[in-house]
């Protein structure tokens, strides 16, 4: 079944290897915040505390973690808030079909909307039962699991409703827009007419 699960090119590594790109942030829960911006139903920003993020309500995802690099974790056990709760405290325009995740030092990856409110889409705390270690992303990532895992960004701050796509931190550095791992969009030389920014 675990092969069965497995994308093109990918296998099941031993151990569960952490990459990561610069150094690992300190997380100051006192200054620690959440906003969205962007293209907002009400045109305002929301923010959001680390104390007001703790009181939404979570929920658990079992799901596979694909990364580019090649290596497949399988069965992980995610629990966090769902993008779907983020979007009914802080509504986006009609005419939102994208998002940026933003996260410390200016970290971005984009998703298509569809892509972000996806059911197994999530903003995860926890691992496995456990809070989530600081490499691997600690308080909060977003977890993607469909796409390859450098759209399930780490230390997330953010997410910016976008009218118009635009490509992310790694993205603009040759990675395809979309990451389908069953496609194996990894790089932005194989995108076809229509799956980047015009």
């Keep these: ?3 069965s699960r497995l994308p093109p090119g990918q296998y099941v590594p031993r151990g569960r290897p952490v990459i990561h790109y610069g150094r690992v942030p300190s997380f100051k829960p006192e200054s620690w915040d959440f906003r969205v911006f962007g293209a907002t139903a009400s045109g305002e920003e ?3 505390t680390w104390s007001d993020f703790e009181l939404l309500p979570r929920v658990t995802r079992l799901a596979d973690f694909h990364c580019v690099t090649k290596f497949s974790l399988m069965a992980n056990e ?3 808030v769902t993008p779907a709760t983020i979007m009914e405290l802080a ?3 009609p005419g939102v079909r994208h998002v940026m995740i933003w996260a410390e030092y200016g970290y ?3 998703l298509r909307m569809s892509d972000f409110a996806a059911p197994d889409t999530l903003f995860a705390t ?3 039962e456990k809070p989530l270690s600081a490499d691997r992303g600690y308080p909060l990532r977003i ?3 469909h796409l390859y895992a450098w759209k399930s960004v780490k230390w997330v ?3 910016e409703y976008l009218l118009e796509d635009r490509r992310g931190f790694w993205e603009e550095r040759g990675y395809h827009n979309l990451a389908d791992p069953w496609r194996e969009q990894r790089y932005s030389y194989q995108e076809e007419p229509g799956e980047g920014p015009p």
């Design 126 to 128: 926890e691992l496995d």
């Design 143 to 145: 977890v993607v699991p």
């Design 91 to 93: 509504p986006p325009d």
């Design 108 to 110: 971005s990856a984009n």
């Design 157 to 159: 701050r953010g997410i």
């Design 46 to 48: 929301h923010c959001l």
């Design 78 to 80: 995610w629990r966090g």
């Design 1 to 3: 079944m675990e092969e």
